[in-house]
């Protein structure tokens, strides 16, 4: 028998019938509703198109708090309909999506003599069913968070048996689920080599991952600072940051990534004789040499998450020059029915801003 595997992605989970999980709108994973104790997944039905058709193995990965309790149920069936007590037919698959049939019911498909039920299990050998249709239903209890993933269907379930001489090829006997925990193995080595592009693509690379592939391409990442997104879109966008290096789009881009909006450069040099005249003497900026650089933001930021930008901009910046933050207050505005006469003035409020460690005593007057 050739190896066939059904894997249960986003298409068949969105035929399924799905209670107290929420789904991931970029892939397959079901995490836990933790507003609810009760998680149920009854997975729409796989037809193998073969009669009396033999199966292998259901596996999923998950992540499953201690005090949560999993149950697997699964059966096959050559027939895909159902008989009510009047004698009428009736779908399988819709009886197990409806809302108005109790789970009891639909628990009594289970367990027929075709049927198989399986406690805090999530590798389990179907070597037992035979039928065309399989049927598989989740069943989780408790609160807590987690997730299921990488639900699939093995047809065949071992790689070994056919090598082995025909009176050794007991069906569900010892020696066929002896070989099964190495072919559980083997398969599992396949499957993590066949994800290896995945691993690679920064679109679909775990989150740890990439800060390891920021680092390979030249650029530190280090620190809790950045969203996930955000350290995506450095990975991929590294090459063109890299030619760009030590140029005012480079960093001005790098600040559009970090903190998603447009931000305003000024050089020292281009608003000197500004400075010089007193014109801008309100203001925050910072009247240095001609390699201080103003950057005005508008994204409030801690002195922690302050000083870990200046620390990413320091890889992008031009040589010798000194970057100085300057935050952007709101400044107070007039609505379209206000008149202001000759005389009239608007002025800000003026806010005083204290350090994080300044304590007030006695000898500290406000004024």
């Known amino acids: 028998m050739a190896k066939i595997t059904y894997s249960i992605k986003k298409n068949r989970l969105e035929r399924s019938y799905i209670s107290g999980f929420l789904a991931d709108p970029e892939s397959p994973r079901l995490y836990f509703d933790e507003n609810t104790g009760i998680h149920r997944l009854y997975v729409d039905v796989i037809d193998s198109a073969e009669e009396a058709g033999e199966w292998g193995r259901f596996s999923f990965s998950m992540d499953l708090p201690e005090n949560m309790a999993l149950y697997v149920y699964a059966f096959a069936s050559d027939s895909n309909t159902w008989y009510d007590n009047e004698g009428r037919d009736y779908s399988i698959m819709d009886a197990l999506l409806s809302d108005e049939i109790p789970d009891v019911e639909k628990k009594r498909f289970f367990s027929g003599d ?15 069913l035979k039928g065309r249709y399989l049927y598989i239903a989740i069943e989780i209890l408790g609160v807590g968070a987690g ?35 190495f072919s559980s193995i083997y398969n599992d080595v396949e499957r993590e080599i066949d994800r290896l592009p995945e691993l690679l693509d920064p679109d679909t690379c775990p989150a740890e991952c990439l800060d390891v592939y920021a680092m390979w391409l030249g650029i530190d990442l280090s620190g809790d600072f950045l969203k996930e997104e955000a350290k ?48 801008m003497a309100q203001t925050e900026l910072i009247s240095g040499g001609i390699y201080d650089v103003n950057i005005l933001i508008r994204t409030p930021l801690s002195d922690t998450d302050r000083h870990q930008l200046l620390y990413l901009l320091e890889q992008f910046k031009p040589l010798r020059s000194r970057l100085h933050l300057i935050p952007l207050r709101d400044t107070p505005t007039l609505d379209d029915e206000i008149y202001l006469d000759m005389n ?10 204290m350090d994080d460690d300044m304590e007030i005593t006695e000898d500290i007057v406000l004024e």
């Open 344 to 353: 009239a003035v608007v002025s800000g409020d003026t806010y005083g801003v």
């Open 232 to 279: 995506r879109t450095f990975v991929k966008e590294a090459y063109n940051l890299n030619r760009m290096k030590g140029t005012k789009g480079c960093l001005l881009r790098v600040l559009e990534i970090v903190l998603n909006e447009k931000v305003i450069i000024l050089e020292n040099n281009t608003i000197k004789a500004y400075l010089e005249r007193g014109e």
């Open 114 to 128: 075709n049927g198989m039920r399986f406690v805090g299990k999530n590798d389990i050998l179907l070597y037992r």
């Open 147 to 181: 997730y299921i993933d990488r639900l699939r269907v093995d047809k065949k379930g071992d790689n070994f048996m056919d090598a082995f001489p025909a009176v050794y090829r007991e069906r569900d006997g010892f020696f066929h689920r002896f070989l099964s925990v």
